[in-house]
């Protein structure tokens, strides 16, 4: 009987997404026979998962979980295809997932997939998740959690186009009624829909800002209006070009998208709903999560692959 060491456990379970015991048990029936014992856990239903390592799990949905008015987590569970992202069986394991997340204690995906599953005591995450493979038949992948706690104010959370974008904000504040609330969902609104970097320009770091002041220089260089223009004068331009492009990264230094003038910014926004409630109100910080942001989606070209298949 062939040693069954904690590598051939690790190394079968990277490979088919399977439980710790179940990739053991496996290993122990075929003594040893990492092939085989893909077989075995595939033909139980336990790697289904296996076939589908190579492909892209680029659609998918965010949701959002919360605990009260202070804790909140939002999730990206990936599919492979928009059809499946619809499907209600993968929509309801999604939720499931956020709800895990507003309840872990976990800093990592590793550990967040190794916890018990909440749903289903007995099984882990990552089993759960395996299970949902076989029953669904694509490849899905919990991407990212991402939990917030605040301990001295507020959180708010928004979902946009069925979980295409989930955000959660969080707000240092004495007051939490429902108007200081509404603020900061508007406030999620326009990370939503506008996408800052940041929250104020002090929080932007130094390596951002040269970064780009070396990218507006070379454009700069590039204009035929400022050749031959003083270098105090070029630097004023690069200088002019960065702070309008922090107004533009930078949450409380937007234009706030519902101010009546056009003119409003965000800081300004908080300061009034601030004065009007009593409160001392501060954005401490936003989660903004895109699905499939940052992931390569495969090509589909129904066209050129019907005339591959025809020989054209």
Same mark, same amino acid.
């Given at each position: 009987?062939?040693?069954?060491?904690?590598?051939?456990?690790?190394?079968?379970?990277?490979?088919?997404?399977?439980?710790?015991?179940?990739?053991?048990?496996?290993?122990?029936?075929?003594?040893?026979?990492?092939?085989?014992?893909?077989?075995?856990?595939?033909?139980?239903?336990?790697?289904?998962?296996?076939?589908?390592?190579?492909?892209?799990?680029?659609?998918?949905?965010?949701?959002?979980?919360?605990?009260?008015?202070?804790?909140? /987590?939002?999730?990206?569970?990936?599919?492979?295809?928009?059809?499946?992202?619809?499907?209600?069986?993968?929509?309801?394991?999604?939720?499931?997932?956020?709800?895990?997340?507003?309840?872990?204690?976990?800093?990592?995906?590793? /550990? %967040?997939?190794?916890?018990?599953?909440?749903?289903?005591?007995?099984?882990?995450?990552?089993?759960?998740?395996?299970?949902?493979?076989?029953?669904?038949?694509?490849?899905?992948?919990?991407?990212?959690?991402?939990?917030?706690?605040?301990?001295?104010?507020?959180?708010?959370?928004?979902?946009?186009?069925?979980?295409?974008?989930?955000?959660?904000?969080?707000?240092?504040?004495?007051?939490?009624?429902?108007?200081?609330?509404?603020?900061?969902?508007?406030?999620?609104?326009?990370?939503?829909?506008?996408?800052?970097?940041?929250?104020?320009?002090?929080?932007?770091?130094?390596?951002?800002?040269?970064?780009?002041?070396?990218?507006?220089?070379?454009?700069?260089?590039?204009?035929?209006?400022?050749?031959?223009?003083?270098?105090?004068?070029?630097?004023?331009?690069?200088?002019?070009?960065?702070?309008?492009?922090?107004?533009?990264?930078?949450?409380?230094?937007?234009?706030?998208?519902?101010?009546?003038?056009?003119?409003?910014?965000?800081?300004?926004?908080?300061?009034?709903?601030?004065?009007?409630?009593?409160?001392?109100?501060?954005?401490?910080?936003?989660?903004? %999560?895109?699905?499939?942001?940052?992931?390569?989606?495969?090509?589909?070209?129904?066209?050129?692959?019907?005339?591959?298949?025809?020989?054209?």
């Amino acid at each position: 009987m062939a040693e069954i060491t904690a590598a051939m456990v690790k190394e079968l379970r990277e490979m088919t997404g399977a439980g710790m015991m179940d990739c053991k048990k496996a290993l122990n029936e075929t003594n040893g026979n990492m092939e085989e014992a893909v077989e075995v856990l595939r033909k139980n239903g336990q790697a289904k998962a296996v076939k589908k390592e190579g492909r892209i799990a680029a659609e998918g949905i965010c949701r959002i979980a919360t605990k009260g008015d202070n804790v909140a /987590a939002v999730v990206e569970v990936n599919s492979e295809t928009d059809f499946v992202a619809k499907n209600e069986t993968f929509q309801q394991f999604v939720e499931a997932v956020a709800q895990q997340a507003v309840e872990s204690a976990s800093t990592d995906m590793d /550990a %967040f997939l190794a916890e018990q599953w909440i749903a289903e005591p007995g099984k882990t995450v990552q089993e759960a998740l395996v299970e949902k493979i076989a029953v669904i038949g694509e490849k899905l992948s919990i991407r990212r959690f991402e939990k917030i706690t605040a301990e001295n104010g507020c959180v708010v959370s928004y979902v946009h186009g069925g979980g295409r974008i989930g955000v959660i904000v969080e707000a240092e504040t004495n007051v939490v009624n429902d108007a200081v609330k509404e603020a900061l969902t508007n406030l999620a609104m326009q990370v939503a829909a506008l996408n800052p970097k940041y929250v104020a320009t002090e929080d932007v770091s130094e390596e951002f800002k040269a970064h780009e002041k070396e990218i507006i220089a070379a454009q700069i260089e590039q204009d035929p209006k400022m050749a031959g223009k003083p270098a105090k004068v070029i630097e004023g331009a690069i200088e002019g070009r960065l702070k309008k492009e922090l107004k533009e990264v930078c949450l409380l230094e937007q234009v706030y998208v519902k101010a009546e003038d056009g003119k409003q910014t965000v800081s300004q926004y908080v300061a009034q709903v601030a004065k009007e409630n009593g409160a001392d109100l501060k954005i401490k910080r936003f989660v903004r %999560f895109e699905t499939g942001e940052g992931l390569e989606k495969k090509n589909e070209d129904f066209a050129a692959e019907v005339a591959a298949q025809m020989g054209k």
